[in-house]
Structures are given as structure tokens and as C-alpha cells.
């Protein structure tokens, strides 16, 4: 973001042409890691900068371009939400029995969170583990759940813009001081 025109900055590189959609979505959270790597530290070594902030404008500019992300997010979530509701809707999904490294070990292959057995999780999606349904769940059962978390996602995304927002209402007022 150029703070000076609060215009957003052409990245570097060629112009590129996703393949997919996961694509866009895998650069998002590599700019994120990129983002979190150079302002890890918050001391300065030998010859560096302490952080990645040199002055509270470069953290306003991380906060309104964080902000933008969150914002676009719940539309993002909301398109994979109709496109999966329409496909489980025509019964164009179905289900394989492989774990994967994203499965819970103490998950049996067929369980399943079930969004009418747990309460509702809002803020706290990303911190609690789903109620596993036992024994085996139908593709639309699996379909619901995941159209809940989805919802449940892309309601917590809109919410942390909301509060990005009214941060940046006091991080745009800041400077730095010079002693």
C-alpha cells in the first residue's frame, strides 16, 4: 500500500494466471508466512531493521491490507459454499476412505462433524475440534457439516475485518517519534 496515495502497490514479477483456484488461495497464505517471517523480530541486529516496521505507517499499511483480506474472504468461502451445495445438491460428491495428514488419529475414517450435535463455535472455530459422528456418515451429512464450518469461517472473517477497522481507526493516527 502506498501510504501516501492509500493506493494498493503492484506486486513484483510478472503478472500471473492462476491454474486453479486453490492457486490464489496458496499465495494469500504464502504472502502471510512472508509477511509474519519479516516482522518476527522486534529487535534490531547488526546492519537490520528490528522487525519489518520501521515506523507505526508501516504497521497501518499491514493492518489495512490484512483488513482487505479479511473482507474478501467471506466471499471467497461463500462461492465454495454455493458451488459445494449445488454439486452435493445434484449428488456429484462423494467420499473416499483414505486418511489424509489432515485427518484426526483418533478420527475412524467415517467420522464426521455433525453442525446439529455441537454448539455453535462463531469466533472460536479454528480453536475447537469438531464432535466426530460415529459410525458411517452419508456424503450429505458431510456436505452439511462442512457448508456449517464454511458459514462459520467466512462469519468470523467478516467479524475480524469489522475489528481490523476499527483499529486501523486509532493505527492511522500514530507516528513515529524520533529521540
Do not use: F
Not at 449428488?91 to 483414505?98: A, E, K, N
Not at 467415517?110 to 472455530?125: M, N, T, Y
Amino acid at each position: 500500500m502506498n501510504t501516501t496515495t492509500n493506493t494498493p502497490v503492484a506486486l513484483p514479477g510478472p503478472s500471473i494466471r492462476p491454474s486453479s483456484p486453490g492457486e490464489p488461495a496458496w499465495m494469500a497464505a504464502e504472502a502471510i508466512r512472508a509477511l509474519n517471517h519479516l516482522t518476527l523480530s522486534t529487535r534490531p541486529r547488526a546492519g537490520r531493521r528490528a522487525g519489518g516496521y520501521v515506523d507505526p505507517s508501516d504497521v497501518d499499511a499491514v493492518l489495512a491490507a490484512v483488513q482487505v483480506l479479511a473482507e474478501r474472504l467471506p466471499q471467497a468461502l461463500a462461492q465454495a459454499c454455493a458451488w459445494l451445495d449445488q454439486q452435493g445438491g445434484q449428488h456429484r460428491i462423494g467420499r473416499d476412505s483414505v486418511r489424509t495428514s489432515h485427518d484426526h488419529p483418533h478420527d475412524a475414517p467415517e467420522d464426521i462433524p455433525c453442525p446439529a450435535e455441537r454448539p455453535a463455535r462463531g469466533a472460536k472455530v479454528l480453536r475447537e475440534p469438531p464432535v466426530p459422528v460415529p459410525g458411517p456418515a452419508s456424503v450429505s451429512a458431510m456436505v452439511s457439516a462442512l457448508l456449517a464450518d464454511l458459514r462459520d469461517a467466512g462469519a468470523t472473517a467478516s467479524a475480524l475485518a469489522g475489528v481490523l477497522g476499527e483499529t486501523r481507526a486509532i493505527s492511522s493516527h500514530l507516528i513515529g517519534v524520533t529521540r
